[in-house]
């Protein structure tokens, strides 16, 4: 069974990071890009970072961008995502996703919340 599951959310104060993870389990990870998205209430989910399956590709919104980075470690099935200099805006649902042809699977999310 194809699952996703993202961890490392929780409550930071402005300017600070956080590490999410999303590993993947019931398929073979190095052969699939993962996308990270995230969402607040109210408003469509939102891609913020692309990897390839190599790793050797990524993209970032600009919302993002110079402040978030994407990697994976297929050895360890698992994609993270570096977030630096963190603001209240960036306070969202976390999620990641794989498309397995027709399959797109979504891990249940992670928290983030940026606030003094």
């Known amino acids: 069974q194809v699952q996703l599951v993202e961890s490392g959310g929780g409550l930071v104060q402005p300017g600070g990071s956080l590490r999410l993870a999303c590993v993947g389990s019931?398929?073979?990870?190095?052969?699939?890009?993962i996308s990270w998205y995230r969402q607040v209430p109210g408003k469509e989910r939102e891609r913020i970072a692309f990897?390839?399956?190599?790793?050797?590709?990524?993209t970032y919104a600009d919302s993002v961008k110079g402040r978030f980075t994407i990697s994976r470690d297929n050895f360890k099935s698992t994609s993270y995502l570096q977030m630096n200099s963190l603001k209240p805006e960036d306070t969202a649902a976390y999620y990641c996703?794989?498309?397995?042809?027709?399959?797109?699977?979504w891990g249940q999310g992670t928290q983030v919340t940026v606030s003094s």
């Open positions: 019931g398929f073979r990870f190095s052969r699939y890009d």
């Open positions: 996703r794989v498309v397995i042809g027709v399959m797109t699977r």
């Open positions: 990897i390839s399956d190599s790793g050797d590709r990524t």
